[in-house]
């Protein structure tokens, strides 16, 4: 329990001094410093509710341009429903229905058109606004229902200009970093598969857990990929970085087969019973040898002068594991139609890496 405690700890600290969290909450400080000091400037809203501009600007505050302003604008849509809706309770507050039964009918109503996915942020807002509407409107419902969303506004006006002015943020690199990380990830995990099928059957707990390693990179880095792209849009620093993007989504694709394929890799080597006997053993070699060059071409960077030697020996391997088989079992159907789905699958690995050499 405590070395639990400890690595949550270590991976929440690592979160918050993560450089671009850093920049985030930099230029959230600024903008929400602004906002609160130029509000009571904003035309048709009252002074006394500048407090609202720097909600604003956390609504706003995202790490892509593209968010930013999607983001806002889904918030003051959603303020905007929660005004109508706290409009709606002053109206039966003055029609003489009892106090409580206007604000459970607000929050109700608010928290219900919450549940429609296309206001994205603005969904959590509306419930709020209804409520802080039928509550502080009163007699000047229309001065603070002006206030509140023009003071909103002018919060999410001021994050996405300080946002596309400070250090406009740009993924590109971060996402292929993480790339090249997942890579070594399945590289290792190659290397373990073709280790078990050297010196005997592989470990089915040691098997799933690095799997589950793998399938939580790929995902993380799946996301990071999709962020980069997100962030190249009304981006001043993403011009003339359009290759960036795309040979990162081609990597992406690459390893997403790559990864795919491993899971089914070892899912095989688990069930294939009759290769970690005896008999079995002058085919594990093989199968340990075409496992050990794929991954060798899979640990390869971009145009590595030695891709095609690499390539060349990857498929070298898997066809003589391909040939062993087919041999080995030939009275045997069922048996070889089993490995020659490593044959496959290895052979999909190889496929995905091909456009890289």
């Not at 400037?41 to 706003?60: C, D, I, K, N, T």
């Not at 919060?155 to 406009?168: E, I, K, Q, S």
């Not at 009304?234 to 491993?262: C, F, K, Y």
């Not at 093989?286 to 899979?298: F, H, N, S, T, Y």
Request: with cysteine; aromatic share 6%; charged share 20%.
């Amino acid at each position: 329990m405590a070395q639990r405690v400890r690595d949550v700890a270590v991976a929440w600290g690592r979160d918050i001094v993560d450089q671009p969290r850093l920049l985030l909450a930099a230029k959230t400080a600024i903008a929400a410093a602004i906002a609160w000091y130029l509000a009571p400037l904003v035309p048709f809203a009252a002074a006394e509710y500048s407090y609202y501009a720097p909600l604003g600007v956390l609504v706003s505050m995202y790490p892509t341009l593209a968010r930013s302003a999607r983001s806002g604008a889904l918030a003051l849509l959603g303020v905007a429903i929660g005004i109508g809706i706290g409009v709606c309770g002053l109206l039966l507050v003055w029609a003489d229905v009892i106090g409580v039964v206007a604000v459970a009918l607000v929050v109700g109503a608010g928290v219900a058109l919450g549940g429609v996915r296309a206001l994205g942020p603005g969904r959590d807002l509306i419930a709020m606004a209804g409520l802080f509407t039928l509550l502080l409107g009163g007699a000047r419902i229309e001065e603070f229902s002006i206030s509140y969303l023009v003071t909103m506004a002018f919060g999410v006006v001021v994050g996405v200009a300080v946002n596309l002015l400070v250090f406009p943020p740009l993924y590109l690199q971060r996402a292929s970093d993480r790339l090249s990380a997942l890579r070594a990830i399945a590289v290792r995990q190659l290397r373990e598969l073709a280790d078990a099928a050297a010196h005997g059957a592989p470990s089915a707990e040691d098997v799933e857990r690095g799997l589950r390693e793998l399938g939580d990179v790929a995902a993380a880095v799946a996301g990071e990929v999709r962020e980069a792209d997100e962030s190249r849009r009304a981006n001043p620093r993403a011009r003339g970085r359009v290759s960036v993007q795309e040979e990162n989504d081609r990597r992406l694709r690459a390893l997403e087969r790559t990864t795919a394929s491993t899971r089914e890799l070892a899912g095989m080597l688990l069930e294939a019973d009759d290769l970690w006997t005896a008999r079995g053993e002058p085919l594990r070699r093989l199968l340990a040898e075409a496992i050990g060059r794929v991954a060798d071409l899979v640990e390869l960077p971009i145009g590595d002068a030695a891709g095609a030697d690499r390539l060349a020996e990857a498929e070298a391997a898997v066809a003589r594991f391909r040939e062993g088989a087919a041999t080995r079992y030939a009275q045997a159907p069922a048996a070889v139609d089993h490995l020659m789905a490593a044959a496959v699958y290895l052979g999909r690995i190889v496929d995905a890496s091909r456009p890289f050499v």
